[in-house]
């Protein structure tokens, strides 16, 4: 039995994975996800049933169009495989109960927004609102009217979070911080998951986010001035700053914070245990 529903959960993965793939291919363009049907980017053509399968199709194809060639993104399978081992990781922590069912819906919102902020620096509200009414919705389920009620008073609080950190980096720098698609994301987290857990995934996404963000600044100063010789970075190499391009790159906040999420969900307690244990 416990096989069989193992099974189960990464086929009904793999499905929800290829709608998931539609919805981070057409909605940061507002375009509908039901019509018109699967059909290639490139010529426009209609994709094929047998085409369509999850995962075995893109590997029988090569990773191309079977009319035009067009090099299909490996994107695609890793979202349906993502999706996929999602699922069953929610099926084996919480069995297949409500909250197993739940986490895997939520798991299935934060791998899109994820995806969708990493390729389009975008979080579509069709996937941030609706998340966050489930998230309500889903604390009811389990918890009465009352956790509902929190649950929305949570993901009040956590907006306001990110709306006082976006104004206060305005106030003091003139530009944009954080952007309002990032406000609604933790307001979805903290509706799902309560505000503990989602001061948890803030702390992580953001810790995430400048690690990340100091190495592409290192990896770009070391690509600049090697150019000019090792002479010149021996005499400069306290000044990790680019003296040729002042433009700043955005980063996709929301992808880390979707993945530190995606890990609170499945081991938030062993994570904030290993944390607190450096100030016993």
Known sequence: ???????????????????????ISRLPAHNSVISPGSHCPSCGRRIYT????????????????RFCDWRIPVRYPLVELATALLFLLSF???????????????????????????????LPDAFTLP??????????????WRAALWSFFHALLAALLVLLIRGA??????????GLGDAKLLAMIAAWLGPGQALLVFFLGAVGGAVFGLL???????????????????????????????ETH???????????????????????KWYLHFFR
């Not at 084996?92 to 409500?98: E, V, W």
């Open 1 to 23: 039995m416990v096989l069989l529903t193992a099974i189960f959960s990464v086929l009904f993965g793999l499905a929800f994975g290829s709608f998931l793939n539609v919805c």
């Open 50 to 65: 047998r085409d369509n399968i999850p995962l075995l199709s893109w590997a029988l194809l090569g990773g191309r169009c």
């Open 92 to 122: 084996l922590a919480f069995g297949l109960t409500l909250k197993g069912g739940g986490m895997a819906l939520l798991c299935f919102l934060l791998l899109g927004l994820a995806v969708t902020d990493a390729e389009a620096l975008l």
């Open 131 to 144: 998340g966050i009414a489930l998230g309500i919705i889903y604390s009811g389920m389990t918890g009465g």
């Open 169 to 178: 980096y305005w106030l003091v720098r003139r530009r944009e911080g954080m």
């Open 216 to 246: 592409l600044i290192t990896i770009q100063y070391y690509k600049e001035h090697l150019s000019r010789g090792p002479g010149y970075l021996k005499k400069n190499y306290l000044f990790l700053r680019n003296d040729t391009d002042s």
């Open 250 to 272: 955005p980063l996709p906040f929301g992808s880390f914070l979707c993945a530190a999420a995606l890990c609170v969900i499945f081991w938030g307690p062993q994570i904030l």
